[in-house]
């Protein structure tokens, strides 16, 4: 089916997500692109949280220009991913159906407001 939402007309809200959570099998596709080991791929991209509740590697951030951050494989100026061939499964998998439910709530705004630049917070 379809997809009804336009990623070419978002700035890249799901990237902005703090805990995209990378597999082993992620951090070896990570490491083969960029010609890396994986110990090193992990050390670079990834950090590790562990708090009473999660266990996992999550990739890492930085400041954003939109967002308050951004996963550090995401282009700002052109606001897209920068790895779309390596990127991780969670990345490949979300929105999971035909529609994203940060694009509707996008769309809705910029019509209430009359803009289409503007940029929700979510
Ligand atoms: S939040 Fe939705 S519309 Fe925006 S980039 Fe992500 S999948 Fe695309
Ligand atoms: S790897 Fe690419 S698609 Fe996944 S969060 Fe980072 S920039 Fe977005």
Request: charged fraction near 35%; charge should be neutral.
């Amino acid at each position: 089916m379809k997809a009804r939402y336009d990623c070419s007309k978002c700035p890249g809200y799901c990237c902005s997500y703090d805990r995209i959570e990378v597999s082993d099998f992620d951090i070896a596709r990570l490491a083969k692109h960029f010609g890396l080991s994986a110990d090193a791929a992990r050390e670079k991209f990834t950090f590790h949280h562990k708090t009473k509740d999660a266990d996992e590697w999550v990739l890492r951030h930085r400041k954003d220009t939109v967002y308050k951050s951004i996963c550090r494989f995401f282009d700002q100026d052109e606001r897209r991913c920068t790895i779309y061939a390596a990127r991780p499964n969670v990345c490949r998998r979300y929105p999971s159906g035909t529609t994203c439910g940060y694009y509707d709530f996008l769309l809705f705004e910029r019509e209430q407001q009359g803009d289409d630049d503007f940029i929700p917070s979510a």
